[in-house]
């Protein structure tokens, strides 16, 4: 699976921006998957933020996201979003999509197979 991450930015504390992760899967590609989204601060390790099974009845999300973030997925467009709301300056990362190689929401979450580029999203306070 290809993954193209889009709609980072910069944006002061307090305001929302929304991640976009257009798939385009490929012959021998697992199908359905599960998504997610991961990010990475300067000098830190990558983490999990976020992720949704391939139905859409399942989220999982990072204790630190929970509340302000949504993920969700479109798979008639093969895209799955993640709307931030009320951003932090520790937001501040670059965030990567991700598949699994199942349709669920914990497969992805612990061992995602599929990376895209990862899109810079940066907090001012």
């Known amino acids: 699976v290809q993954l193209q991450a889009s709609g980072g930015g910069s944006v002061q504390a307090g305001g929302s921006l929304r991640l976009s992760c257009a798939a385009s899967?490929?012959?021998?590609?697992?199908?359905?998957?599960?998504m997610g989204w991961f990010r990475q601060a300067r000098g830190k390790e990558r983490e999990f933020v976020a992720s949704?099974?391939?139905?859409?009845?399942?989220?999982v999300y990072a204790d630190s996201v929970k509340g302000r973030f949504t993920i969700s997925r479109d798979n008639a467009r093969d895209t799955a979003y993640l709307q931030m709301n009320s951003l932090k300056p520790e937001d501040t990362a670059v965030y990567y999509c991700?598949?699994?190689?199942?349709?669920?929401?914990?497969?992805?979450?612990?061992?995602?197979?599929?990376w895209g580029q990862g899109t810079q999203v940066t907090v001012s306070s």
């Open positions: 991700a598949t699994g190689s199942s349709p669920t929401a914990q497969a992805v979450s612990r061992m995602p197979r599929y």
């Open positions: 949704i099974s391939w139905s859409g009845g399942t989220t």
């Open positions: 899967k490929r012959t021998g590609d697992p199908d359905p998957y599960g």
